[in-house]
Each structure stands twice: as C-alpha cells, then as structure tokens.
C-alpha cells in the first residue's frame, strides 16, 4: 500500500512538472547548431546546461500556473483530473516546497553560469505576468508564449558566448506565434469559450489568419536566415514547408495541435520531418 502510495504520489509530481514539455526547450540548443560549435566538447556542456536550466525555469513556472489557477482547475471540465492540485493528488504546500527547491537549483545554477540571469530572470518575470495576467489579455497571451521561445534562443546564445541572430530571433517568434495561435484555435473548437476567459475575444476564423500570418512570416525569414547563414542549407526549406503542412494536417485531421509537443510524438511522419531538419543542419554545417 505504501509503495502504490508513493508510486502515485511520484506521478503526480511529474505531471506537475510537466517533463514531457521539455521538448520546448530545444530551442536553446539552436545556437549551439548555427553557430557550429556541436562538435566543441565544451561548448556542447555548456548548451547542455542551459538547457537544463531551463528545464528547471520551465517546471517552476508550471507549478506558478498551477498553484495560482487551483480553484479555476477545478473547475475546468478536463484539468480538475489532469491537473494534480486540481484533482487533490499533490498538497498546495507540497508545490510551494517544489517550487523553492527549483528557484534554489537556479540559483545555483546561475553561480556556475551567469551569463543565464538575465535570459531566465525575463523568463520567470514574462510566465509569472503571463500567469496572472497577461494569459488574460487577448493578442497579448499569444505574445507572451512566442515570446518564452526567443528568450530560449537567447539563453542558448548568452551560454555559447555567441551573438543572437536577429533572423534567428525573429523566425523562432513567428514560428511560436503560429503554434500559440493554433493552440488557441484547438481550445475553442475543443471547449468553446469556457476553458479560458481569453477565448471570448477570439474566433477560430481570427486566429486561422493570425496562424497562416505567422506561418508565412515563419518560412520568409526562416528562408532569409538559412540563405545568408549558409546557402546550402536551403535544403532544410523544403523539410520546414512540409512539417508546417504537416502539422496543419495533425490539426484538421487528427484534432491535435492543442499541444506541439503531443503532435510531434504522436504523428510519425512530423517526427521524422523534425529529426530529418536537425541531420540535415549538422551534416551540412560540418562540411
């Protein structure tokens, strides 16, 4: 019994930490490809750790959300059950504990780096607005979530010591706009306008435009950057155009896009698009 007990109590603190968006946070790893420093042992811990770091920066901020929306959980159709503090698994006392052991990790952390403060310090700052109230204003929430992807980009910058390409800055907002805007789309098609007060100001034919807008400015910049990063990898282009077909069609045809990260681990064919892009980058980046 005490075992069981244990073994739900631990699956209560994974779903609250949420490790399966870890995905996410590959972003930071983005510097470390363009800037051709994966074969730099070095440079490879120190993109490692960033990554790590946000990982930690990412859970905590979760347990932020989740602390701060109990009540509203619970009465949400499918979060009162997903939601571990919604569903009475984990103690509010026992996130708060979590919580100050994740900002005493990233306290650490930044001793060992601090080049990261000023990239997860903005971090922390935007999800904490986020949580109380920027997720509440329309156009602003879409924002705010593209927005955690660049400050990403730049943390895997600040940790290399290597300069943020604009173009990389701005390809990773537009692309994150455009899966922010259809996480918006799949809420209102899944729940209508009860899951979040937000969702009252927007349209699924308003944010269709504000995804194919954010789509198309995706794939002109990310076009632009490849181009005057290294010719060659325009042969990633075409990989980019059919993984965002790809994933409109897990949108239409399979009601997905709800989550980017449940999309890409359950479509196979957007998986292998994803990792065709990564092999195609470092093997043309090395020669």
Not at 57 to 76: F, K, L, M, P, T
Not at 79 to 96: C, I, M
Not at 109 to 127: C, D, K, S, W
Not at 199 to 206: G, K
């Amino acid at each position: 019994m005490g075992a069981a007990s244990i073994s739900t109590e631990a699956k209560a603190l994974l779903r609250l930490i949420r490790p399966k968006q870890w995905i996410k946070n590959a972003f930071v790893v983005a510097p470390l490809v363009f800037a051709r420093e994966y074969s730099n042992l070095h440079a490879i811990k120190l993109a490692a750790f960033a990554f790590v770091m946000f990982c930690v920066a990412s859970s905590a901020c979760y347990i932020v959300n989740d602390i701060h929306d109990v009540e509203n959980d619970r009465n949400h159709p499918t979060k009162r059950l997903s939601r571990p503090l919604a569903a009475g698994l984990l103690s509010v006392r026992t996130a708060v504990l979590l919580l100050a052991l994740f900002y005493a990790v990233l306290a650490a952390g930044f001793v060992f780096q601090p080049a990261l403060i000023a990239p997860i310090m903005a971090y922390l700052l935007l999800q904490v607005a986020y949580s109380f109230f920027l997720k509440h204003q329309p156009v602003f929430d879409i924002f705010s979530i593209a927005v955690g992807f660049v400050l990403r980009v730049w943390a895997g910058a600040e940790a290399l010591d290597v300069p943020l390409s604009s173009w990389m800055a701005i390809t990773t907002l537009c692309l994150a706009l455009y899966l922010a805007s259809i996480k918006r789309r799949q809420e209102l098609n899944s729940t209508g306008t009860e899951a979040r007060s937000v969702l009252r100001h927007y349209s699924v034919a308003l944010v269709d435009r504000y995804a194919e807008m954010s789509a198309m400015g995706a794939l002109v910049f990310y076009s632009l950057f490849v181009i005057s990063t290294n010719n060659k990898l325009s042969a990633t282009i075409p990989l980019v155009i059919f993984g965002l077909f790809r994933y409109w069609f897990v949108v239409e045809s399979k009601d997905g896009g709800e989550s980017p990260t449940d999309a890409v681990f359950s479509d196979w064919p957007l998986a292998l698009c994803v990792l065709a892009w990564v092999v195609v980058c470092v093997v043309v980046l090395k020669g």
